[in-house]
């Protein structure tokens, strides 16, 4: 599985992957999943907001056991992030079935759309859309750097834009959700264990920072004479560097647009998206008022006019605790490991476990990366820990759906 799917989406240049949502690669990946479904006689189903099932008993019955993540990637991202979720949950499946476990709930694999946000800068849109999270109306407003909104794309894809939407009923029967994901840090490492289980995720949101200058010459006007937006955006993302670490948060400047975008040309307008998390909320607050304090008073000392405007914001998620305890009690059980406390820790990073924590319960489990890179070409994870991983999530999967 992990071979057919490596070479999906990747860019002969950087290595990295490019598998937004919408495109030929996220076709790609999607033929892929229908594949692994339907040669394991699971049956296949894509939901009003392009997600993915792969199911094994009556969907209807209610009270199900689902496991999955995402294919979708960010812009030249790494190989495990979201894909070893699915392939693990399919390889799971693969290990009950050779333990001869039996199914006594509804089972489901899972492919969630749109989980990075790479294309349309929302992320989870997928399970944003399924928890009512995101509206039908906001949805159909995202648009991409080309100016192609999220309608245009899914029509274009093939798929019914009109139908996207929240969908209580299937989110009612469900009875868990188990999402494994490679670990993006390096609590695990530090710590020797190959698998971890998450407690909650931090608060998280993004903002836009407009910072509108006057258009002029490079090359003829006076430094004195200039609205040069370029300064105060620069000064805005050093500040945030200073203002996370005096908060104990984190805070990026990873994206950035400027008009008109010539070399010799004086910007008109600097617009940068700030990415901010917090272990908590008040930390958060703290961190994103200083970066905004300290924006506007760069912009004023250059004459800059600067507008803030928050594009998301998810708070913080504590995974649904008797499960996360479930979870805890079965992995401590096997003959190998009488006792085996298995550490709990918490994430920086979003997920669409933590979007769906409000409707079902939810856990997850974390597969060791030695370096902590993520959200790269470098991110990795060691064979034997992935596969460590799958037995872990197999499991998981037996104690809570199997007989």
Same mark, same amino acid.
């Given at each position: 599985?992990?071979?057919?799917?490596?070479?999906?989406?990747?860019?002969?240049?950087?290595?990295?992957?490019?598998?937004?949502?919408?495109?030929?690669?996220?076709?790609?990946?999607?033929?892929?999943?229908?594949?692994?479904?339907?040669?394991?006689?699971?049956?296949?189903?894509?939901?009003?907001?392009?997600?993915?099932?792969?199911?094994?008993?009556?969907?209807?019955?209610?009270?199900?056991?689902?496991?999955?993540?995402?294919?979708?990637?960010?812009?030249?991202?790494?190989?495990?992030?979201?894909?070893?979720?699915?392939?693990?949950?399919?390889?799971?499946?693969?290990?009950?079935?050779?333990?001869?476990?039996?199914?006594?709930?509804?089972?489901?694999?899972?492919?969630?759309?749109?989980?990075?946000?790479?294309?349309?800068?929302?992320?989870?849109?997928?399970?944003?859309?399924?928890?009512?999270?995101?509206?039908?109306?906001?949805?159909?407003?995202?648009?991409?750097?080309?100016?192609?909104?999220?309608?245009?794309?899914?029509?274009?894809?093939?798929?019914?834009?009109?139908?996207?939407?929240?969908?209580?009923?299937?989110?009612?029967?469900?009875?868990?959700?188990?999402? !494994?994901?490679? /670990?993006?840090? $390096?609590? #695990?490492? =530090?710590?020797? %264990?190959?698998? +971890?289980? &998450?407690?909650?995720?931090?608060?998280?949101?993004?903002?836009?920072?407009?910072?509108?200058?006057?258009?002029?010459?490079?090359?003829?006007?006076?430094?004195?004479?200039?609205?040069?937006?370029?300064?105060?955006?620069?000064?805005?993302?050093?500040?945030?560097?200073?203002?996370?670490?005096?908060?104990?948060?984190?805070?990026?400047?990873?994206?950035?647009?400027?008009?008109?975008?010539?070399?010799?040309?004086?910007?008109?307008?600097?617009?940068?998206?700030?990415?901010?998390?917090?272990?908590?909320?008040?930390?958060?607050?703290?961190?994103?008022?200083?970066?905004?304090?300290?924006?506007?008073?760069?912009?004023?000392?250059?004459?800059?006019?600067?507008?803030?405007?928050?594009?998301?914001?998810?708070?913080?998620?504590?995974?649904?605790?008797? !499960?996360?305890? /479930?979870?805890? $009690?079965? #992995?401590? =059980?096997?003959? %190998?490991?009488? +006792?085996? &406390?298995?550490?709990?820790?918490?994430?920086?990073?979003?997920?669409?476990?933590?979007?769906?924590?409000?409707?079902?319960?939810?856990?997850?489990?974390?597969?060791?990366?030695?370096?902590?890179?993520?959200?790269?070409?470098?991110?990795?994870?060691?064979?034997?820990?992935?596969?460590?991983?799958?037995?872990?999530?197999?499991?998981?999967?037996?104690?809570?759906?199997?007989?």
């Amino acid at each position: 599985m992990w071979r057919d799917l490596l070479p999906v989406g990747r860019d002969e240049d950087t290595r990295g992957y490019r598998r937004h949502a919408w495109t030929g690669a996220d076709a790609d990946c999607r033929a892929w999943f229908r594949d692994q479904a339907e040669s394991r006689g699971l049956t296949y189903e894509l939901d009003r907001n392009g997600n993915q099932w792969a199911w094994l008993g009556d969907p209807l019955a209610g009270d199900a056991v689902v496991t999955g993540s995402h294919l979708d990637s960010v812009p030249d991202g790494g190989a495990f992030d979201g894909p070893l979720g699915v392939v693990s949950s399919f390889a799971a499946l693969d290990e009950l079935r050779h333990r001869g476990a039996e199914f006594a709930k509804p089972f489901a694999i899972t492919n969630f759309g749109d989980e990075e946000g790479a294309r349309f800068g929302l992320a989870c849109v997928g399970s944003r859309l399924t928890g009512g999270h995101l509206t039908r109306e906001a949805a159909h407003r995202l648009t991409d750097a080309d100016g192609v909104t999220l309608p245009q794309a899914m029509e274009r894809a093939g798929y019914d834009p009109g139908a996207i939407g929240p969908d209580p009923e299937r989110l009612a029967r469900i009875g868990a959700f188990i999402e !494994l994901h490679v /670990e993006q840090g $390096r609590a #695990l490492d =530090l710590s020797g %264990d190959a698998v +971890g289980i &998450a407690s909650s995720i931090w608060p998280h949101g993004r903002w836009r920072f407009d910072f509108a200058g006057e258009a002029n010459h490079a090359g003829t006007t006076r430094l004195a004479d200039r609205r040069d937006p370029m300064l105060p955006y620069a000064e805005t993302v050093l500040a945030a560097r200073r203002e996370a670490r005096l908060a104990g948060a984190v805070a990026t400047f990873g994206k950035i647009s400027v008009e008109p975008n010539g070399v010799n040309a004086i910007p008109s307008l600097v617009r940068g998206w700030l990415d901010s998390r917090a272990a908590g909320q008040d930390a958060l607050d703290r961190t994103v008022t200083a970066i905004e304090r300290a924006a506007r008073e760069y912009a004023d000392a250059h004459g800059i006019d600067v507008t803030l405007t928050r594009e998301s914001f998810t708070p913080v998620v504590e995974f649904d605790h008797a !499960l996360r305890d /479930e979870l805890a $009690r079965i #992995l401590g =059980l096997g003959a %190998d490991r009488p +006792g085996l &406390a298995v550490p709990v820790l918490g994430t920086g990073a979003g997920h669409d476990a933590g979007i769906l924590a409000s409707a079902v319960p939810t856990a997850m489990l974390f597969v060791r990366n030695p370096t902590g890179v993520s959200h790269s070409p470098a991110e990795t994870a060691a064979e034997d820990d992935c596969l460590a991983g799958v037995r872990a999530l197999a499991d998981v999967l037996e104690g809570l759906a199997c007989k």
